[in-house]
């Protein structure tokens, strides 16, 4: 015994406290089980030659590597082992795909991101998968992409799986978030991190600065007055870091705080911004605001955002709250 929670015990404590339905544990299990098989695939990835890009576009216009297509694959198989899944959304599928012919109330919709950060894929550095459940609110009777856009505040769970120098999985059921770590040996993921908590100050942005001409002034601001250290408005010294996976910026923050940004710009403003709404930033800013920190577009609440579309995309500042609560008054002054 390594003195660890097992996942199993973890879902089945929170089963039994109430916090989740026996499908969610079920759901859960098999969204580990993907993980698990995606950590590997990826670990092997140059054994196997699925390292590079294929030769299609994602519904994004992004090329799609092999390990996009493979991770999805492995999502929607174990996901549709839950007969309460109603339908998956995927960063990789066009189309909602829906698995239930009448889909009723309480029904789930799983939204996920197979593989996040897999421009890394190729230079070995951390990728990792990301998900969110809500319920459908009502029984469907016309099986449309419209059907599943609801709002994040009605996340039930969401969490993420970083494929760094360990496999980690972190979870949030609305009670909090607790994070496990796959053992290499008896092959369970154990609750090594429990409940996860941001604290009340940083000294850590995260940004692609290599954007910074196309910011809006508030970003520009915001991240001058970081820079200027000790001397400047913000009376102390900033650090950055950028790992161009959202998993592992996340996770970053969630052990040592941070600001993540990935705001709209003058070069994606078309678009709404870079990341998704479903399966980015909304499973993260429910695992933020569950760790005490905050998402915002600058203009509000993340999870309070009636999605218009399925791929949809958005401006996201997440991470410690006095962060994202000072670029959201910026906005507000703007
Ligand atoms: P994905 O690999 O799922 O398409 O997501 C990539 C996202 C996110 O992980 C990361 O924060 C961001 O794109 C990186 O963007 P840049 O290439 O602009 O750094
Ligand atoms: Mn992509
Ligand atoms: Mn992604
Ligand atoms: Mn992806």
Redesign the pocket.
């Known amino acids: 015994m390594s003195g660890h929670q097992t996942l199993r015990q973890f879902l089945l404590a929170e089963h039994k406290q109430g916090k989740m339905s026996q499908d969610m544990v079920l759901l859960m299990e098999d969204i580990a089980t993907s993980c698990r098989i995606i950590a590997h695939k990826v670990r092997n990835g140059a054994f196997l030659d699925i390292l590079g890009a294929t030769e299609t576009s994602n519904v994004q216009g ?1 090329t799609q590597k092999q390990l996009d297509v493979i991770a999805d694959e492995v999502f929607q198989e174990h996901c549709a082992n839950c007969s309460r899944v109603a339908a998956l959304v995927s ?1 990789e599928i066009d189309e909602v795909i829906w698995l239930k012919d009448a889909p009723k109330a309480g029904d789930y919709l799983v939204y996920y ?1 197979p ?5 890394n894929l190729n230079v070995n550095l951390s990728v990792g998968s990301i998900f969110s459940v809500v319920e459908l609110q009502e029984d469907i009777t016309e099986k449309s992409n419209e059907a599943v856009l609801i709002k994040g505040a009605k996340q039930i769970c969401a969490g993420y799986s970083l494929y760094g120098p360990s496999t980690s999985l972190v979870l949030t059921t609305g009670h909090g978030v607790n994070g496990f770590t796959h053992k290499i040996g008896n092959g369970e993921f154990l609750l090594t991190f429990p409940d996860m908590r941001l604290g009340a100050e940083t000294q850590e942005f995260a940004i ?1 600065a290599s954007r910074a001409r196309k910011w809006d002034p508030v970003i520009t601001r915001y991240v001058e007055e970081c820079l200027d250290g000790k001397d400047g408005p913000r009376g102390k010294t900033f650090n950055m870091r950028w790992v ?3 998993v592992a ?1 996340v996770h970053r923050i969630l052990m040592r705080g941070g600001v993540f940004l ?1 705001p709209k710009d003058a070069g994606n403003a078309a678009a709404g911004g ?2 998704r709404l479903l399966y980015e930033a909304n499973p993260m800013g429910f695992i933020m605001e569950q760790a005490g920190g905050k998402a915002s577009t600058g203009h509000g609440r993340i999870l309070d955002v009636q999605p218009t579309g399925h791929h949809q995309r958005i401006s996201v500042i997440l991470g410690t709250a006095a962060e994202v609560d000072l670029i959201d008054s910026y906005y507000r002054d703007a």
Request: zero cysteines.
């Open positions: 992004e960063e991101d593989l996040d950060g897999s421009s692609n161009a996976s959202m910026e990935y870079k990341l």
